[in-house]
C-alpha cells in the first residue's frame, strides 16, 4: 500500500493539477507573462461538486508542477464567474496598465445569478490585473458584450495581426445554437461582430469552450493554418464530453473549414469517426490553448474528466484534475495537415528508467515485467510490430484490476478497456472502452502511456491519436503487463519509466 493512501488521497495525482481543495472544471485565463504559466480554473471555492463559480489560480515554471494560489476572481450574489481567457495587453490597448507595465487582462463570462437585474443571462466580462496576476479587479463598465442570450459563454480572445488588420479577436459560443461567434476589438471594451460558425460536423450537445490559433504546417511559417476548436458535452466521440476541432483558414473576419463533413443540425452518427477530435477518450474536455506562450508554441490542456458523471467520481475532499499540459501541432501525411500532440513531458528532467526491454515475440496472454517495473506514476514508452490477425499492447493494473491499451491488427483499430479498471460502479456510463482507427507506420505502432493515479493518457504514433480515461482502481500501483493474443506480433522496444 502506498503511504499517501492512508493519508485519504490515493487519487491525488503526481504530474497533473488538482486543487488542494474542492471543485474544478475547465481550464481558464491560460496565459504565460514574465516566465510564469498561470492556470485558471473553473472552481467551487466551498465544496467538491459544481457551484459558486469562480476562477481558481495556479501558477508554473515549468508546466509540471503548479503552485496554488489564492482564488483570482470569486463569484459574488450578482454573477458566476464562467469560463473565458486572458492576454497580456503588451500595447495597454484597455488603459488597464499602470506605469507602463502591461496589465493582464480576463475576458469571462458574467453568468448573472437571480441577484442581478441581468439574471438568467450569460455576457462577457473584463477583469484585469496590475501586479502580474496575483490580484484581479472587475471593470466598471461590465459587461461589454451582451447579446441577450442565456447561453453566450466562454470567450476566447487573441491578437489578430495579418491581411485585415491587427486588433483583438474574440470566439464565444452560442452554446445551444452550436456556433462559434467572432468578434473583434481595439480596446477589449468595444467589440464589433465579424461572422459566426457552425452548426458543423459534431452537433450532440452544446458548443462550449472554443479557441481559434494559427499554426504553421510542418513548422514552415510561409504555410499555415487555422485551427478551430469545438468542445462539445455531450455529443462527444467517446461519450458525453469531447472536443473536436476544424481546420481551415481565417483571414480575420470568417473562419472557412476544409475538414467540414457534415453541415447543419442533423447529426450523422455514422459520420463521427471522420470528424477532427483532440482525443478519442472520455476525459479530455474544455481544451483550450495558452496566450502568450514563448517560441511560438501552441500549449494546450483540458479537464481531465465527463460532464456525464464527473458529480459522481470517487472524492478525498478534492475532486478532478486537469490532464498534462500538451504541445500540438500540424505536419503533412498525405498531403492533409493533420494535428499532433505531445505531451510537456513529466520524466524528461525527473524520472527514473525502471525496466528496458529489446526485441522479442510475445508469449500468447499476459507477461508481466518485474515488480520494479510498477509504480503509481509511470510513463511507458512501448514499439510494436503487430501481427497480422491478432491483439498486442499493455496492460496496466493489479489484483486483477487492470486497463488494457492494445492494438487490434485485423480492425486497424486502438483501444482503451477500462471496463475491469477498479471501482467503475459510480456511475452507469462509467465502465467503457474507447476506440480509435490507427495506421500502422513502417508494420510499426509506437504508444506512450502516461499513469498517474487516476488516469491513463495515451498518445499514439507520435501523437496521431491520443486517448484520455481516468480509472480508479483500489490499488494505484500499477504493475505493466505485456499483452499478445492470436497472431499479436513483435515487441520492437520497451521503457518505462516512473
Ligand atoms: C464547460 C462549461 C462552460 C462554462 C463552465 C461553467 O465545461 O459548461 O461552458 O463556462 O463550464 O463552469
Not at 490542456?301 to 458529480?311: E, F, K, R, S, V
Request: charged share 20%; glycine share 12%; hydrophobic share 40%.
Amino acid at each position: 500500500m502506498n503511504p499517501t493512501a492512508e493519508l485519504g488521497c490515493r487519487y491525488r495525482p503526481v504530474w497533473h493539477y488538482a486543487a488542494e481543495r474542492n471543485w474544478l472544471n475547465d481550464p481558464n485565463g491560460l496565459v504565460y507573462s514574465n516566465g510564469v504559466y498561470h492556470l485558471f480554473y473553473q472552481h467551487n471555492p466551498y465544496g467538491d461538486v459544481w457551484g459558486n463559480m469562480s476562477w481558481g489560480h495556479a501558477t508554473s515554471a515549468d508546466l509540471l508542477t503548479w503552485d496554488e494560489q489564492p482564488v483570482a476572481i470569486p463569484c459574488d450574489e450578482q454573477e458566476a464567474i464562467f469560463s473565458g481567457s486572458a492576454v497580456v495587453d503588451i500595447h495597454n490597448t484597455s488603459g488597464f496598465g499602470v506605469g507602463g507595465v502591461p496589465p493582464l487582462v480576463a475576458i469571462y463570462t458574467s453568468a448573472y445569478a437571480p441577484g442581478s437585474p441581468l439574471a438568467g443571462r450569460q455576457a462577457q466580462s473584463l477583469a484585469y490585473s496590475t501586479d502580474d496576476g496575483a490580484t484581479w479587479a472587475k471593470y466598471a463598465g461590465n459587461p461589454v458584450l451582451d447579446r441577450a442570450s442565456a447561453d453566450f459563454r466562454d470567450p476566447k480572445v487573441f491578437w489578430y495581426d495579418g491581411e485585415s488588420g491587427s486588433y483583438w479577436v474574440m470566439v464565444a459560443v452560442e452554446a445551444l445554437d452550436h456556433e462559434v461567434v467572432l468578434y473583434k476589438s481595439a480596446d477589449l471594451k468595444a467589440w464589433e461582430y465579424l461572422s459566426t460558425f457552425g452548426p458543423a460536423n459534431a452537433t450532440g450537445g452544446v458548443w462550449e469552450c472554443p479557441d481559434l490559433f494559427e499554426l504553421p504546417v510542418d513548422g514552415d511559417p510561409s504555410n499555415t493554418r487555422w485551427i478551430l476548436v469545438v468542445n462539445l458535452s455531450p455529443g462527444g466521440i467517446a461519450g458525453g464530453s469531447g472536443g473536436q476541432y476544424f481546420i481551415g483558414t481565417f483571414d480575420g473576419v470568417a473562419f472557412r473549414s476544409d475538414t467540414t463533413v457534415t453541415e447543419g443540425l442533423q447529426s450523422d452518427d455514422s459520420r463521427m469517426a471522420d470528424y477532427g477530435w483532440l482525443d478519442w477518450g472520455r476525459d479530455y474536455y474544455a481544451a483550450v490553448s495558452f496566450s502568450n506562450a514563448p517560441d511560438g508554441r501552441r500549449l494546450m490542456i483540458g479537464w481531465m474528466n465527463n460532464w456525464q458523471y464527473a458529480a459522481s467520481t470517487p472524492s478525498e475532499g478534492w475532486r478532478s484534475a486537469m490532464s498534462l499540459v500538451r504541445e500540438v501541432r500540424l505536419v503533412s501525411r498525405g498531403g492533409r495537415p493533420v494535428l499532433v500532440q505531445e505531451a510537456v513531458d513529466p520524466v524528461e528532467s525527473h524520472g527514473r528508467e525502471l525496466c528496458a526491454l529489446g526485441r522479442r515475440t510475445l508469449a500468447d496472454g499476459v507477461t508481466w515485467l518485474p515488480a520494479e517495473s510498477s509504480g503509481d506514476v509511470l510513463r511507458i514508452d512501448a514499439e510494436f510490430e503487430p501481427g497480422a490477425g491478432g491483439r498486442i499492447g499493455l496492460v496496466l493494473g493489479s489484483g486483477g484490476e487492470h486497463a488494457v491499451v492494445a492494438y487490434d491488427s485485423v480492425i486497424g483499430e486502438l483501444t482503451l478497456d477500462r471496463t475491469a479498471s477498479g471501482n467503475v460502479d459510480f456511475h452507469e456510463t462509467f465502465a467503457s472502452v474507447e476506440r480509435v482507427a490507427v495506421r500502422l507506420e513502417d508494420g510499426r505502432l509506437k504508444v506512450r502511456v502516461f499513469v498517474d493515479r487516476c488516469s491513463v493518457e495515451v498518445f499514439a504514433q507520435g501523437g496521431m491519436a491520443t486517448i484520455t480515461d481516468l480509472v480508479f482502481p483500489r490499488d494505484p500501483s500499477t504493475a505493466v503487463g505485456l499483452l499478445a493474443e492470436g497472431d499479436g506480433g513483435i515487441l520492437v522496444s520497451l521503457t518505462v519509466t516512473g
